[in-house]
């Protein structure tokens, strides 16, 4: 049965986006958006966060936030450490993943295949659910020395400036991949203005050879090829697998005449395995229109 594009949402890539634009909602829960906003807060280079660091990253005043960690520690999302006066992750917040990887189940299926092929390139090998303008990596394999991009699960990703984030893209219906333009171009003018093209081309790339190349644009050091995976409708998930590379393992010529076809190969594996479709040929013959624009 043919996709249809979903109406346009006002989902962006950030919790603190929604609650700025949700000041006229009256359904909206503004206090509970604030929590997520907190907990948002806490990244790689960021573990360890003080009510005053918290308050200058979100813009939520001293005392509410106060009260959110408190509530949030209280309950096991954040970890107190007293002797530094911070927070941490707590470890109930891994529980909130759980279900929503549980329910992917061909990732145990795939994580085989992906290994193999991390090993024989000496690189990594990620599987990137589709999440607002960025990529989350739900599957990871990688081989023993990968340089310095190393990825894990729930680190999350550009999608214009990637190989995995256009690969994904290459699945969009017309009207999704312009409402994701739409949205990349809002939250980050600058960096669409300064990828858009290599953007597009990445589709126009998927579409004409079922993988796009991506030469240090994300990480200077690591060049990547990605392959889109497949939509799953039931869930509007949509996900794509990509493999990066320390640039100076490369030989001349071997991402995209080597690599590139094996990470599409592996793909149409996967989608076999599970009974997935990949791209719709009407879906590949807009990317390659949007491209020549």
Same mark, same amino acid.
């Given at each position: 049965?043919?996709?249809?594009?979903?109406?346009?949402?006002?989902? /962006?890539?950030?919790?603190?986006?929604?609650?700025?634009?949700?000041?006229?909602?009256?359904?909206?829960?503004?206090?509970?958006?604030?929590?997520?906003?907190?907990?948002?807060?806490?990244?790689?280079?960021?573990?360890?966060?003080?009510?005053?660091?918290?308050?200058?990253?979100?813009?939520?005043?001293?005392?509410?936030?106060?009260?959110?960690?408190?509530?949030?520690?209280?309950?096991?999302?954040?970890?107190?450490?007293?002797?530094?006066?911070?927070?941490?992750?707590?470890?109930?917040?891994?529980?909130?993943?759980?279900?929503?990887?549980?329910?992917?189940?061909?990732?145990?299926?795939?994580?085989?295949?992906?290994?193999?092929?991390?090993?024989?390139?000496?690189?990594?090998? /990620?599987?990137?659910?589709?999440?607002?303008?960025?990529?989350?990596?739900?599957?990871?394999?990688?081989?023993?020395?990968?340089?310095?991009?190393?990825?894990?699960?729930?680190?999350?990703?550009?999608?214009?400036?990637?190989?995995?984030?256009?690969?994904?893209?290459?699945?969009?219906?017309?009207?999704?991949?312009? %409402?994701?333009?739409?949205?990349? &171009?809002?939250?980050?003018?600058?960096?669409?203005?300064?990828?858009?093209?290599?953007?597009?081309?990445?589709?126009?790339?998927?579409?004409?050879?079922?993988?796009?190349?991506?030469?240090?644009?994300?990480?200077?050091?690591?060049?990547?090829?990605?392959?889109? %995976?497949?939509?799953?409708?039931?869930?509007?998930?949509?996900?794509?697998?990509?493999?990066?590379?320390?640039?100076?393992?490369?030989?001349?010529?071997?991402?995209?005449?080597?690599?590139?076809?094996?990470?599409?190969? %592996?793909?149409?594996?996967?989608? &076999?395995?599970?009974?997935?479709?990949?791209?719709?040929?009407?879906?590949?013959?807009?990317?390659?229109?949007?491209?020549?624009?």
């Amino acid at each position: 049965m043919a996709r249809t594009a979903p109406k346009p949402t006002r989902a /962006s890539s950030s919790a603190a986006a929604v609650l700025a634009s949700s000041a006229d909602d009256a359904a909206f829960a503004t206090t509970l958006a604030k929590g997520l906003v907190v907990l948002e807060a806490f990244k790689a280079g960021a573990t360890l966060l003080g009510n005053m660091e918290l308050s200058t990253l979100t813009g939520i005043p001293r005392p509410t936030v106060a009260r959110l960690t408190h509530t949030l520690a209280e309950l096991g999302y954040l970890r107190y450490d007293a002797g530094r006066a911070k927070y941490r992750v707590g470890a109930r917040a891994l529980r909130m993943a759980h279900p929503l990887l549980a329910d992917m189940q061909f990732r145990q299926l795939a994580r085989p295949m992906m290994q193999e092929l991390a090993q024989s390139v000496r690189g990594t090998v /990620s599987i990137g659910l589709l999440d607002a303008t960025s990529m989350i990596y739900v599957e990871t394999a990688r081989s023993g020395d990968v340089g310095p991009h190393v990825p894990d699960i729930g680190m999350p990703i550009p999608v214009v400036m990637t190989a995995m984030g256009r690969a994904a893209a290459a699945t969009l219906l017309q009207a999704e991949a312009a %409402l994701l333009a739409e949205r990349i &171009a809002s939250e980050d003018p600058e960096l669409w203005s300064a990828f858009r093209d290599r953007y597009r081309a990445g589709l126009a790339q998927c579409a004409s050879r079922g993988f796009c190349t991506c030469w240090g644009e994300y990480m200077a050091s690591i060049h990547a090829v990605a392959a889109p %995976l497949f939509h799953a409708s039931e869930t509007k998930q949509t996900f794509s697998i990509n493999c990066g590379i320390p640039a100076f393992r490369l030989q001349p010529g071997q991402l995209e005449g080597e690599i590139g076809p094996r990470i599409a190969a %592996l793909a149409d594996s996967i989608r &076999a395995i599970i009974g997935a479709a990949g791209p719709a040929a009407e879906t590949q013959k807009q990317n390659k229109k949007r491209a020549r624009r």
